[in-house]
């Protein structure tokens, strides 16, 4: 009897200190919350029901990368030496006068805190065969270094071939750098990293600390950049990853619809910029580079280079898109694989289309990842009924982020229009003021439209009472998705 007694007693005491470190917990999700609705869910969760919320906080409820910003923001020692090198040279190479310039593009350059830099040239790579040849040429004609950085890197087929191709141009002489993500990469073989290693590749994974558990307790949040920077004159960007499914080789997703952007010029520089953060956060190395600005032979396009991520002191990603949205007075077409927007990019989208803009947003009709594409379809009513046009994508897994802006902003990038890449990801996304690029990317999207459908808004209302339960369901999970 005494020691069931006991046992009560102790089972007590654990149950008072866990509502106690609840309700503490609660009171940080009250000052440091992201929005009012899910502070308040956290609270909630977190006074009643600590025991399931405390471990679920520790992954998903902290709002920043804090170490990261402690050091993107001190910039100490080396890191700090390098951008005030650095900073002269892109300042010389602006593209736009502060004086005289359109206020909403001022704006995004303050968002990246970089200028849109003149003298680029851009080749816009459609799907895997142009993407992955375009890479591998550029790896082939190195002769310095590469900087090599992806979400997820399969070691299959393609995954093999750039294993090769890095081996042989280290051993050649060139220093070969490869980042990546360790939740993108959860299934990629050790025995990959060493034989890079092994061939005189340096490679590193990218997290916050070296311990388990604060590794993770940051899975939530993950580097989605994708980066290929060549003897600092070439860069490539965009939304493939390294793996044969992007070449359309997976058995049920397939075709893979994708869009990636090959630049050369000062452009270049703010990708390495964004790849040497990254890298130094990983590593605490700092990288030998070429910072001088290489000008693109003929007539050159501004670019502004825009990495975004959980380190910035605003949400800069969803900033910088709801400044284009708002600022377009004709068209806004926006192509995106996981189109689960907040209600400031709702509403932007409807307003633009209320005042007469060209608005279509093209998502996947055959989706490579359910939940997500369940949630992208509870937002049909609120975009159709409002005039804005949404297409489902019909000839393939459509994966691409790709916007058109009026008739001369363009943006290719890696980031989705969902909260993991508005708030939790590392992304980054370029953005061309170019007419002529500007038309290039709306006739492919033109061509996407042709192979898409458009939906209405009682695209749902024929679906079954489960399908339009499970898009709704869907749609509360949206933020962690």
């Not at 750098?177 to 890079?196: A, K, R």
């Not at 916050?208 to 860069?235: C, L, P, Q």
């Not at 359309?248 to 000062?266: A, C, E, I, K, Y």
Request: glycine share 8%; net charge neutral; charged share 20%.
């Amino acid at each position: 009897m005494g020691e069931t007694t006991a046992s009560i007693s102790w089972l007590a005491v654990a149950l008072g200190l866990l509502h106690l470190a609840g309700l503490a917990v609660a009171m940080r999700a009250l000052m440091f919350g992201r929005t009012a609705q899910g502070t308040v869910a956290w609270m909630v969760a977190l006074v009643l029901l600590p025991y399931i919320a405390l471990p679920l906080y520790a992954v998903f409820g902290h709002g920043k990368f804090h170490g990261y910003v402690r050091a993107r923001r001190t910039r100490n020692g080396r890191l700090n030496d390098l951008m005030r090198t650095v900073r002269p040279l892109r300042d010389s190479e602006r593209a736009l006068d502060p004086d005289t310039a359109p206020r909403e593009l001022l704006a995004l350059e303050r968002l990246a805190e970089l200028p849109f830099t003149r003298g680029n040239k851009a080749q816009l790579l459609i799907d895997g065969e142009q993407t992955f040849q375009s890479i591998f040429a550029g790896i082939a004609a190195s002769r310095r270094y590469v900087l090599i950085q992806f979400y997820t890197i399969h070691c299959d087929g393609v995954g093999t071939h750039l294993k090769k191709a890095l081996i042989e141009r280290a051993r050649e002489g060139v220093a070969v750098f490869v980042l990546y993500d360790e939740i993108g990469c959860e299934d990629m073989p050790s025995s990959y990293v060493e034989e890079l290693r092994r061939g005189g590749v340096t490679v590193s994974a990218f997290n916050e600390s070296k311990s388990w558990f604060a590794r993770h307790s940051r899975i939530n949040y993950r580097n989605h950049r994708k980066i290929v920077v060549v003897d600092g004159h070439t860069a490539w960007v965009g939304g493939l990853n390294v793996g044969d499914e992007y070449l359309g080789r997976h058995p049920t997703l397939s075709p893979w619809r994708d869009t990636h952007v090959r630049v050369t010029g000062p452009s270049v520089q703010g990708c390495q910029l964004s790849f040497m953060e990254d890298w130094h956060w990983a590593t605490g190395e700092m990288l030998t580079l070429d910072w001088r600005a290489y000008h693109a032979d003929g007539d050159g396009m501004p670019v502004l280079v825009l990495p975004t991520g959980p380190a910035d002191t605003l949400e800069t990603c969803g900033l910088a898109f709801g400044q284009m949205i708002a600022a377009a007075r004709q068209r806004i077409w926006i192509a995106n694989p996981y189109f689960v927007p907040d209600s400031h990019i709702v509403a932007a989208l409807q307003l633009a289309a209320f005042r007469g803009v060209d608005v279509r947003v093209l998502i996947p009709g055959k989706p490579d990842h359910r939940m997500t594409w369940l949630a992208s379809l509870s937002f049909l009513p609120d975009m159709t009924r409002a005039g804005v046009k949404v297409y489902l994508y019909e000839a393939g897994v459509l994966h691409q982020k790709t916007c058109v802006f009026d008739d001369r902003l363009a943006t290719v990038g890696t980031a989705n229009f969902d909260n993991r890449s508005f708030r939790l990801n590392f992304e980054i996304t370029l953005v061309f003021l170019d007419a002529r690029f500007n038309q290039e990317v709306a006739d492919m999207l033109l061509r996407d439209f042709q192979e898409s459908r458009e939906v209405g808004a009682d695209a749902l209302a024929s679906r079954s009472l489960a399908f339009r339960v499970a898009v709704q369901g869907a749609r509360l999970l949206a933020p962690v998705l």
